[in-house]
């Protein structure tokens, strides 16, 4: 059992009784605030990240290598969200766990993460193949010379 999700309402009702006892009402409004003020808080930032989520399309992200590069394990899927400032592609069965969410970028690479209990427990970066004629065209020569880098090396005077 998850006992990290009771450990926050059972620590808030400490603290209340903890108020009340040593305050009496007044105690309990002042942490009473507090805890509202918390979850206002956590909800307006989950706002937040899903506005903007939503002017994205889904599935979409700049750079699925920096993304890999990003990712830890157990960040939840919230933070994720966050860091790619888009939904993720559900690629596994809706409602069952775990599930397989997709970020891909312009260039064809894509990253799947899998969520198990809205936790980050693995992901795979794929990246497309590169035909053998397309990257000899592209690679430059050993033996070619940037503008100015022979100035570069000179000592200043």
């Not at 937040?48 to 699925?64: E, Y």
């Not at 969200?81 to 559900?90: K, N, S």
Request: aromatic fraction near 8%.
């Amino acid at each position: 059992m998850n006992f990290g999700r009771l450990l926050v309402p059972v620590g808030g009702l400490v603290l209340l009784g903890l108020a009340w006892r040593s305050y009496g009402w007044g105690g309990v409004a002042l942490v009473g605030g507090a805890i509202v003020m918390f979850l206002l808080m956590h909800f307006n930032r989950t706002m937040q990240v899903l506005k903007r989520a939503a002017d994205r399309p889904i599935g979409t992200v700049a750079s699925a290598v920096m993304l890999n590069a990003k990712l830890k394990p157990k960040a939840t899927l919230l933070h994720v969200i966050a860091m790619t400032r888009a939904l993720g592609e559900l690629r596994s069965p809706k409602d069952e766990q775990p599930e397989l969410f997709r970020w891909t970028d312009a260039g064809g690479s894509w990253v799947d993460c899998t969520f198990a209990g809205g936790k980050l427990v693995e992901w795979k970066l794929t990246r497309p193949e590169v035909a053998e004629d397309e990257a000899a065209a592209d690679a430059p020569s050993a033996d070619a010379v940037k503008p100015g880098a022979a100035d570069a090396l000179r000592p200043p005077v």
